[in-house]
């Protein structure tokens, strides 16, 4: 190889490493990649975490699934719920029917990295707690998502008995 072979190869090589290093450069400035777009797997599974946290009792612990001013529209109270104390009422005179809730058809509609709405029908069992004797509720419901300081939270919850069941 000639010297001046030599000296355009390692021309060529500084400018590939200097656009290499641009680029990273780039990227690095752009900050961290953003978080994926949800699954509707994910977004179908919040329910399971929901169900999960009724069959504790606990209304609290339902209650931190929803964001501050989520809206409730129960399904066995007239009353709206717009209010973290609203809501621990609800799920205070809910619970102690032990429901333990079942998808029967979910429909995922993914927005954005940040919200979804998941829509559909379940059934709940619910066990009388004079008579102990258990009964099959079916429902359509709605959750509406929000992902609010890196938590997931419903921030408006709509569920309502069968008109023709």
Same mark, same amino acid.
């Given at each position: 190889?000639? *010297?001046?072979? *030599?000296?355009?190869?390692?021309?060529?090589?500084?400018?590939?490493?200097?656009?290499?290093?641009?680029?990273?450069?780039? #990227?690095?400035?752009?900050?961290?990649?953003?978080?994926?777009?949800?699954?509707?797997?994910?977004?179908?599974? %919040?329910?399971?975490?929901?169900?999960?946290?009724?069959?504790?009792?606990?209304?609290?612990?339902?209650?931190?699934?929803?964001?501050?001013?989520?809206?409730?529209?129960?399904? #066995?109270? +007239?009353?709206? !719920?717009?209010? !973290?104390?609203? &809501?621990?009422?609800? %799920?205070?005179? %809910?619970?102690? +029917?032990?429901?333990?809730?079942?998808? &029967?058809?979910?429909? #995922?509609?993914?927005?954005?990295? +940040?919200?979804? &709405?998941?829509?559909? #029908?379940?059934?709940?069992?619910?066990?009388?707690?004079?008579?102990?004797?258990?009964?099959?509720?079916?429902?359509?419901?709605?959750?509406?998502?929000?992902? !609010?300081?890196?938590?997931?939270?419903?921030? +408006?919850?709509?569920?309502?008995?069968?008109?023709?069941?």
């Amino acid at each position: 190889m000639t *010297r001046k072979t *030599r000296i355009r190869a390692a021309l060529v090589t500084a400018a590939a490493v200097m656009t290499a290093a641009t680029v990273t450069a780039g #990227v690095s400035a752009a900050g961290p990649e953003e978080s994926p777009k949800p699954t509707r797997k994910q977004i179908a599974s %919040f329910f399971d975490t929901w169900n999960a946290a009724l069959r504790t009792g606990d209304p609290d612990q339902v209650a931190d699934l929803y964001a501050k001013d989520a809206i409730l529209l129960p399904t #066995v109270s +007239n009353e709206v !719920r717009t209010d !973290r104390a609203g &809501i621990v009422d609800y %799920f205070e005179h %809910f619970l102690p +029917n032990k429901p333990v809730g079942k998808k &029967i058809r979910t429909i #995922v509609n993914v927005l954005d990295d +940040n919200s979804a &709405i998941d829509t559909g #029908v379940y059934e709940f069992t619910l066990t009388d707690q004079d008579t102990g004797e258990k009964r099959v509720v079916q429902a359509r419901y709605t959750y509406e998502y929000e992902k !609010r300081g890196g938590t997931w939270k419903i921030v +408006n919850h709509h569920s309502s008995v069968m008109p023709e069941g």
